[in-house]
């Protein structure tokens, strides 16, 4: 049995926080949405820890894990839910013993299956592939084939997560592909009609991909 694809949420690159926090909530209670992922950029540790005081309370008082980028050392000593690590942010059996065995650990394994195994290895909640498509968030040559998510969704039970560039108008063969979740950025901060309509925008296609 296939589990239902869910909606993980990437912070814009760019925010203030306090009044970020209005925008966040709006979008958590236009839908269902599993994580929020904290992901500021060339920020010292004071205004990160700053930004996560004021926007984790959001995301956990309606039951959402809130995760940090990058930071597994932040996240444990923050009350974060978790960290998502990339390939320059250390190796992940580190990152999985800063958080301990109760924290969630998220992967960038971008388009290879080898990293990803060593990944689920090394003791990650999840891994993550992409991008899919060319992002207007983050530039990058590398490119996820669909292929690889329906491998992974096959033969694998770790979860795994979709990104780059996903909207409304192109989710449906990611999700009928097997990505567990998709995480998006501009798909929902950047939705004419504001980030609860970009909430609903991507539910809806999600479920009825």
């Known amino acids: 049995m296939t589990r239902p694809c869910q ?3 990437i912070t814009p690159p760019a925010l203030v926080a306090a009044t970020f926090a209005d925008t966040l909530a709006r979008a958590l209670d236009a839908g269902e949405v599993a994580a929020v992922q904290l992901r500021l950029k060339d920020v010292g540790d004071d205004e990160l820890l700053r930004a996560i005081d004021i926007l ?11 995760l940090l980028n990058d930071r597994a050392d932040l996240a444990a000593r923050s009350g974060c839910d978790g960290a998502h690590v990339g390939a320059s942010d250390g190796d992940v059996a ?15 394994c971008y388009d290879s299956r080898e990293l990803a195994m060593l990944a689920g290895e090394a003791g990650a909640d999840y891994v993550a592939f992409g991008a899919i498509y060319e992002s207007p968030t983050k530039q990058t040559d590398i490119r996820a084939d669909l ?19 996903l909207t409304p108008a192109n989710c449906a063969p990611v999700v009928q592909a097997g990505a567990d979740f998709l995480a998006v950025v501009s798909a929902v901060w950047s939705h004419p009609d504001g980030a609860a309509a ?5 539910l809806a296609a999600i479920h009825a991909a």
């Open 94 to 108: 580190t990152a999985r013993r800063l958080l301990g065995p109760d924290l969630q650990l998220g992967v960038s």
């Open 198 to 202: 970009g909430v609903r925008a991507m």
């Open 147 to 165: 292929s690889l998510l329906g491998w992974w969704s096959e033969l694998m039970e770790l979860p795994c997560v979709a990104i780059g560039g």
């Open 7 to 9: 909606l993980y949420l």
């Open 56 to 66: 984790r309370p959001v995301a956990q008082s309606r039951d959402v894990a809130f």
